[in-house]
């Protein structure tokens, strides 16, 4: 009904940068939160950045002043513009969000994940 489809990973060297872009597309009426989640080998999914309908934000504490998420609410897609990158950086990161649907049901959604690998 719903799908998430994000780009922008990739290689990228440390301190460098990524944008990554998640299109929401399918039956949908509106969008609540969105977000990004990342997942490195050995750990569990953590949240990275999330954004509100009305734009609020928030941010793990390990990419606050590096990482920036922002949406556009007329495109249905939410971004996340990583800058100075770090080893640590490197996981499968995942687009998440809360939707209404046509028939306003209420579903949460993700994306199939992109690869971030940054190298020393």
């Known amino acids: 009904q719903v799908q998430l489809v994000e780009s922008g990973g990739g290689l990228v060297q440390a301190g460098g940068s990524l944008k990554l872009t998640c299109a929401a597309s399918?039956?949908?009426?509106?969008?609540?939160?969105m977000g990004w989640y990342r997942q490195a080998p050995g750990k569990q999914r953590e949240l990275v950045a999330g954004?509100?309908?009305?734009?609020?934000?928030n941010y793990a504490d390990s990419v606050k002043g590096r990482f920036t998420i922002s949406r556009d609410n007329a495109k249905n897609m939410v971004y996340l513009q990583m800058n100075n990158l770090k080893l640590e950086d490197t996981a499968v990161y995942y687009c998440?969000?809360?939707?209404?649907?046509?028939?306003?049901?209420?579903?949460?959604?993700w994306g199939q994940g992109t690869q971030v690998t940054v190298s020393s």
């Open positions: 998440k969000a809360i939707v209404r649907l046509v028939s306003r049901s209420l579903v949460n959604v």
């Open positions: 399918g039956s949908i009426f509106s969008i609540n939160d």
């Open positions: 954004v509100t309908s009305g734009g609020s934000t």
